[in-house]
């Protein structure tokens, strides 16, 4: 059984975690938790949502609904952590469930049929979604955390390729673009 696409998800998956981990890893507990203002969440219950949503959609998938009756979703976005340690164990809880999960797949599951809330998805479908919003979170956590940095006068660590440095990194791969129609 061939993996390409189930392995092509596991890489993207991995990209978003150590993104939002590393983002994270640069500010200090104090900052993970304040929002940038009353209306959006902080980064501790950003973690919080993504990590239960992950662990909801994939402990069972192909056997359960995606949505749990155990999940509470609304407690997701309330900051309760004791510490740090906290925070940490409720990402990994759902990230360790996703990696577990995508472990067991193949590329003949892809066209298997799953349910979130009731509704019917290939796992294909399952897993754009939940890949869009891992990502759609983890780029939340990286600007909140850019952000704060700046605002507290902390050292950022590019977790990319950094401003004007594209063609350095490029060249450091050993990688020289090629003019194509729109550079000719």
Same mark, same amino acid.
């Given at each position: 059984?061939?993996?390409?696409?189930?392995?092509?998800?596991?890489?993207?998956?991995?990209?978003?975690?150590? @993104?939002?981990?590393?983002?994270?890893?640069? /500010?200090?507990?104090a900052l993970l938790r304040l929002p940038?203002?009353?209306?959006?969440?902080?980064?501790?219950?950003?973690?919080?949502?993504?990590?239960?949503?992950?662990?909801?959609?994939?402990?069972?998938?192909?056997?359960?609904?995606?949505?749990?009756?155990?999940?509470?979703?609304?407690?997701?976005?309330?900051?309760?952590?004791?510490?740090?340690?906290?925070?940490?164990?409720?990402?990994?809880?759902?990230?360790?469930?996703?990696?577990?999960?995508?472990?067991?797949?193949?590329?003949?599951? /892809?066209?298997?049929?799953?349910?979130?809330?009731?509704?019917?998805?290939? /796992?294909?479908?399952?897993?754009?979604?939940?890949?869009?919003?891992?990502?759609?979170?983890?780029?939340?956590?990286?600007?909140?955390?850019?952000?704060?940095?700046?605002?507290?006068?902390?050292?950022?660590?590019?977790?990319?390729?950094?401003?004007?440095?594209?063609?350095?990194?490029?060249?450091?791969?050993? @990688?020289?673009?090629?003019?194509?129609?729109?550079?000719?």
């Amino acid at each position: 059984m061939t993996r390409t696409l189930i392995q092509g998800f596991e890489v993207e998956f991995r990209k978003h975690r150590r @993104y939002a981990e590393e983002a994270a890893g640069q /500010l200090p507990w104090a900052l993970l938790r304040l929002p940038m203002d009353p209306e959006t969440n902080s980064i501790a219950v950003i973690m919080k949502h993504l990590g239960g949503n992950l662990r909801s959609r994939w402990t069972d998938a192909l056997t359960s609904d995606g949505e749990k009756a155990w999940r509470n979703r609304d407690a997701e976005f309330v900051d309760d952590f004791a510490d740090r340690a906290a925070m940490e164990a409720a990402w990994r809880a759902g990230w360790d469930v996703l990696e577990q999960s995508l472990a067991t797949f193949t590329d003949a599951d /892809l066209g298997k049929t799953l349910k979130i809330r009731g509704e019917a998805h290939t /796992l294909a479908l399952a897993l754009t979604r939940s890949l869009a919003h891992a990502a759609y979170h983890t780029g939340q956590i990286v600007m909140i955390a850019r952000a704060l940095a700046s605002k507290h006068g902390l050292e950022w660590k590019v977790l990319t390729i950094a401003r004007g440095q594209s063609r350095a990194f490029n060249a450091g791969l050993g @990688y020289t673009p090629t003019a194509g129609a729109a550079g000719a």
